[in-house]
């Protein structure tokens, strides 16, 4: 059978299309079903590489008699947190009220009126592990819902309640300074891992906003522990099986404090994030390794995720057919034996593969396998026979049954992959990854945006999704436009980042200057989500005040100054407290606290003198400097398309670089060594 999900956009939902669940979409009419036909919502979160929603749908969702269940008894709601992530948000914030912990996929069953008053993840066929049997769990809410109706109705308002009384105030705190910054760093110096790399146990994400902060805060500061944990951390995550060694790119996460085994997942963000902490650390220190991750991430970027209408897709599943068996298996495309080498290789390449990739017999996966790793004792190899060995294993592994790939194009992600392709396209001279970003940029114009300047959140195919977008996408979008302009000298990528601040001016700030993740004229949910922590990739909050900060520098406006300074408010109370969950804010606020920088470079595109400055430029460390780059702009417009470039002159008829901060300026130059260390380049 099909039931109402084989018309949506969603990989995630069309995977649900033929289910013998009666799935329908989150919609008014779903609920007023519930309401005609007196019986619960059962709502179901999850996305389409979350390798246990794949588990759950395939041990309950296709199981008859669990779907009769199902459909007689509950209105079925099915939602993909990535195309909605205000409901995942909303209902997710009382699972971990409820629970202590949440995840996906996320089971929540409802009122009609959408109220929550029963929770819980992953629930297995049969009890285990002290879990209920998805079964018993359906009977015994269907159980309270007809035997107990005044006690079901009491726990869902009393949650209701509890959720609109945890109201953010972060309003009052003020803009973080030096003195937050140095306390953020003092905790996560107690959260390191100083053996491994990384913060906390297992399992061990990436911590890229951190990383960024930890850059930002010692290309401010000098401060040698914060560039040492950046460094060692992406050293050790670039050794690990968390990172293809084969296609490069980076998986969701380390199920182990190693590094070694990661959960095969691929997201967009994480990728795109990475890519650019790896190029920051190679403008930082010139490390050979950051620079070869970064090109490596943004190739498998554009090998592997981008769609063909240009933009990138959200994901590719941790899962894949095992060759042989027909069972989808989590790692099959990416693990090895030393056999499988050997049948590639030949032997003798096979066992050096072996040493140097880290594949022993006992294998560090399952069934004997290994996931490829450096390891620091590996053998010392000639690069042209590891290039070698890479590029046959990279070709047999494409012989293997690939694992499938979510096409939704997320705005809030290309704005993320928009940014980094640009920079490592400016910093490793290869203008193939600047026009990939610049076509990404054009679809999100031309397709996410509407007349109005609105975003949509996803586009599937060139067909734009239905779906508003949240706080998240204006700001990282924002962000890719304004990174696009500095690396183009294109001030239409400005204009087109501005129309996007203004709106999260218009429609997602409250009077306190905190930001909500859903606009003023939103769908309203039971309670409007508003979340400042940064997890896998920036929140909303902070993505949106970078934005804002770095639109204020470009233009000089005050308003968009003073907006990102209070939302900024946040990390003052926060960035103490709790580091590692606002990782972004703490590298805006360092943007903050240096100025930011604002360089201008004044000179004709085409002279190669003009081009010199502008990379120069680009590969400042100053945290957050803004860069503009063009013709002069005369006082009464007409010229360069860049404020900033406003009444700039040639000195001496050389193209000139000009650098400002808090409202005073360097003395203009037109010597690259002396742009150089004006904005603490190391090494042009």
């Known amino acids: 059978m099909s039931n109402r999900l084989v018309n949506e956009t969603s990989p995630y939902l069309l995977q649900h299309a033929d289910n013998p669940?009666?799935?329908?979409?989150?919609?008014?009419?779903?609920?007023?079903?519930?309401?005609?036909?007196?019986?619960?919502v059962l709502l179901s979160v999850g996305y389409s590489s979350c390798h246990w929603c794949h588990v759950m749908a395939h041990e309950s969702f296709e199981d008859e008699l669990a779907a009769a269940y199902m459909n007689e008894h509950f209105v079925n709601i099915k939602v993909d947190r990535e195309e909605r992530p205000d409901i995942d948000a909303v209902y997710m914030e009382a699972v971990q009220a409820a629970t202590g912990q949440g995840g996906w996929p996320m089971t929540v069953f409802l009122t009609p009126d959408a109220e929550p008053f029963y929770f819980g993840t992953y629930f297995p066929p049969e009890p285990r592990h002290g879990m209920p049997s998805f079964m018993q769990v359906l009977e015994g809410v269907r159980g309270a819902w007809v035997g107990r109706p005044e006690e079901v109705a009491e726990v869902a308002q009393r949650i209701v309640r509890d959720l609109a009384g945890r109201q953010l105030d972060y309003g009052k705190a003020g803009r973080p300074g030096p003195e937050e910054l140095g306390r953020a760093l003092l905790g996560l110096t107690r959260e390191y891992d100083a053996v491994r790399g990384g913060f906390g146990g297992a399992p061990k994400f990436p911590p890229s906003m951190v990383l960024e902060f930890l850059l930002r805060h010692h290309a401010r500061t000098g401060s040698e522990g914060a560039l040492q944990m950046a460094a060692d951390t992406c050293e050790a995550m670039a050794r690990g099986g968390i990172y293809d060694q084969l296609g490069g790119g980076f998986a969701r996460y380390s199920v182990d404090r190693e590094w070694v085994v990661p959960h095969f997942e691929k997201m967009l963000y994480d990728n795109a994030l990475l890519c650019r902490v790896y190029a920051h650390l190679w403008r930082a220190t010139g490390s050979d390794l950051a620079r070869r991750v970064a090109l490596e991430t943004a190739d498998f970027m554009v090998r592997e995720l981008r769609t063909e209408q240009g933009g990138f897709a959200s994901a590719l599943d941790a899962d894949s057919e095992e060759q042989g068996t027909g069972r989808h298996v989590e790692g099959a495309y990416y693990a090895w034996t030393p056999g499988e080498l050997a049948d590639v290789l030949g032997e003798?390449?096979?066992?050096?593969?072996?040493?140097?990739?880290?594949?022993?017999?006992?294998?560090?996966?399952?069934?004997?396998?290994?996931?490829?790793?450096?390891?620091?004792?590996?053998?010392?190899?000639?690069?042209a026979r590891i290039a070698s060995i890479k590029e046959r294993l990279l070709a047999a592994r494409g012989a293997r049954p690939a694992p499938g790939r979510d096409d939704k194009v997320v705005a809030a992600w290309n704005g993320l992959?928009?940014?980094?392709?640009?920079?490592?396209?400016?910093?490793?001279?290869?203008p193939d990854l600047v026009e990939r970003a610049i076509e990404a940029a054009d679809l999100l114009v031309r397709v996410h945006m509407d007349g109005m300047a609105r975003l949509a959140r996803t586009s599937k195919d060139g067909r734009v999704g239905s779906n508003a977008g949240v706080l998240e996408d204006y700001g990282d979008v924002a962000e890719g436009f304004l990174t696009l302009a500095s690396v183009t000298g294109e001030g239409v990528w400005l204009e087109f980042a501005g129309f996007l601040v203004d709106l999260v001016m218009a429609r997602f700030t409250a009077e306190d200057g905190s930001l909500y993740d859903t606009a003023h004229d939103a769908e309203q949910l039971i309670r409007r989500p508003q979340d400042p922590t940064d997890t896998a990739a920036p929140s909303g909050w902070t993505a949106a005040a970078g934005a804002l900060l770095s639109y204020a520098a470009h233009t000089g406006s005050q308003p968009h100054r003073e907006a990102a300074e209070r939302a900024l408010a946040v990390v003052h109370a926060l960035g103490p407290r709790a580091p590692r969950f606002i990782g972004h804010g703490l590298a805006v606020a360092e943007a903050l606290v240096d100025g930011p920088r604002e360089v201008a470079v004044v000179g004709h595109p085409e002279d190669p003198a003009t081009a010199v400055l502008h990379r120069t430029a680009l590969l400042g460390t100053a945290p957050g400097a803004v860069v503009a780059a063009g013709l002069p702009r005369a006082a009464d417009g007409s010229g360069g398309e860049f404020p900033l470039l406003a009444e700039r002159t040639l000195v001496r008829d050389l193209p000139t670089a000009y650098v400002c901060r808090h409202f005073v300026c360097a003395r203009p130059t037109t010597e690259p060594v002396e742009l150089a260390d004006q904005l603490g380049v190391v090494h042009p």
């Open 21 to 40: 669940v009666d799935w329908w979409p989150w919609s008014p009419e779903a609920f007023a079903a519930a309401r005609e036909r007196g019986v619960p």
């Open 348 to 383: 003798e390449d096979g066992a050096l593969a072996a040493a140097y990739f880290g594949v022993t017999d006992e294998g560090t996966f399952e069934h004997g396998k290994s996931v490829l790793q450096l390891p620091q004792d590996g053998p010392v190899v000639e690069g």
């Open 417 to 430: 992959a928009v940014a980094a392709l640009a920079e490592c396209g400016a910093f490793f001279e290869r």
